[in-house]
């Protein structure tokens, strides 16, 4: 009598002890999978912005690069080189856009390079300026800028140029 009903409460008691520790992994598998969970919703929200502003971003030169071919339609010979100018710029800038969407897939899977090197910054915001003449003329407007020359910075020229751009646009 005595025996069985020790041995009884032993195997209960070994058997609650295991039920506990599974219960306490799945706590620790559920913890887990919760943060799994939201950091796949963290990185699907930051997928989202991100082709909300490449809408954003391929839209602008679109914009530009019509609008120049439209006044180069009805242009005289001496806006055409300007026009023609804005739209190899933009054209630069949406091939550059790819690209950064090729970087960023390529860093998704590990394989990202980011190349520093000494970059002329007052050229490349000098570049950056000359789409946005088309969009002031259109508008009646008159651009003036006065960019300090010979300012160099070491630095990836793409992401410098897209800063450049975003600023200018905004």
């Known amino acids: ?9 032993a195997s209960i008691n070994s058997m609650s002890i295991s039920l506990e520790r599974t219960i306490s992994d799945l706590k620790t598998a559920n913890r887990l999978l919760m943060n799994d969970i939201e950091q796949k919703n963290q990185q699907n929200e930051v997928r989202r912005a991100f082709i909300s502003n490449v809408s ?11 609008t120049n071919a439209e006044l180069l339609q009805m242009s005289d010979g001496e806006n055409q080189s300007r026009c023609v100018d804005s ?11 790819v690209e950064h969407l090729l970087e960023l897939a390529r860093s998704d ?3 990202a390079k980011m ?3 000494q970059v002329d ?12 003449e088309a969009v002031f003329f259109e508008a009646g407007l008159t651009l003036e800028s006065a ?7 070491t630095g990836s020229r793409q992401h410098l140029g897209q800063l450049v751009d975003i600023l200018l646009d905004n």
């Not at 910054?121 to 946005?132: G, H, K, N, R, V």
């Not at 960019?147 to 910075?153: F, S």
């Open 1 to 9: 009598g005595r025996d069985e009903l020790a041995d009884l409460g």
């Open 56 to 66: 954003h971003e391929l839209k602008t030169p679109l914009t530009v690069i019509m």
């Open 87 to 97: 739209i190899l710029t933009m054209s630069h800038q949406m091939r550059s856009l």
């Open 109 to 111: 899977n590990g394989q």
């Open 115 to 117: 190349i520093f090197e």
């Open 121 to 132: 910054f007052s050229a490349l915001t000098e570049d950056a300026l000359l789409p946005f």
């Open 147 to 153: 960019v300090t020359p010979g300012i160099t910075l």
